[in-house]
């Protein structure tokens, strides 16, 4: 995988045109220059179980770099805001199940040379912006039928009631 510690060997030109030296060319152009620590934000009901996920897909993260280069990326980022941590989305740039601890490796990408890297369990499920999102659009129900609703309605029928008896009554 790549590495924050990776060095290019040769120039970018330097296999003239042949096919390992386009590989080394992607290869040096993909160098992650910062690789930060990461956690999962969890989503046991609503999120994407690991097995399900893919390279190029987005993930909710959070930063939990605390050296000096992480809270600064991190604020950068939005992912500190008043020295609390928070989500922001990452997208996936290679998942690798590790045979001698059976965790995934999750390798995110924030922006161009700025990485994150986490080992989680396979069994978890993860936010995604996607299902963030459809949270937000539940919580914005213009019209539930709640009891403040109930109350209204019932005041109305009463209303009604009355004025039909004043008016029929006489």
């Given amino acids: ?77 939005g992912a500190r805001v008043n020295n609390s941590l928070v989500a922001i989305p990452a997208t996936i740039m290679e998942l690798q199940w590790q045979q001698d601890t059976e965790n995934v490796m999750i390798m995110v990408q924030f922006g161009p040379g700025v990485a994150g890297r986490m080992f989680v369990p396979p069994e978890i499920k993860i936010e995604t912006p996607i299902t963030e999102e459809l949270a937000k659009l539940e919580g914005k129900d213009i019209f539930k039928f709640g009891p403040v609703w109930i109350i209204v309605l019932l005041l109305i029928l009463f209303f009604i009631f009355i004025y039909l008896t004043i008016y029929f009554g006489k």
């Avoid at 992650?32 to 399900?52: A, C, D």
């Avoid at 190029?56 to 930063?63: A, F, H, N, P, R």
């Fill in 1 to 77: 995988g790549s590495e924050a510690e990776q060095t290019a060997e040769g120039e970018p030109g330097s296999g003239e045109g042949t096919e390992a030296g386009k590989k080394e060319e992607v290869h040096i152009r993909n160098i992650t220059l910062v690789l930060l620590k990461i956690e999962p934000v969890l989503s046991p009901i609503k999120g994407t179980p690991i097995n399900e996920l893919q390279v190029g897909d987005q993930i909710m993260v959070k930063i939990i770099d605390e050296r000096e280069i992480g809270t600064y990326l991190g604020d950068l980022l």
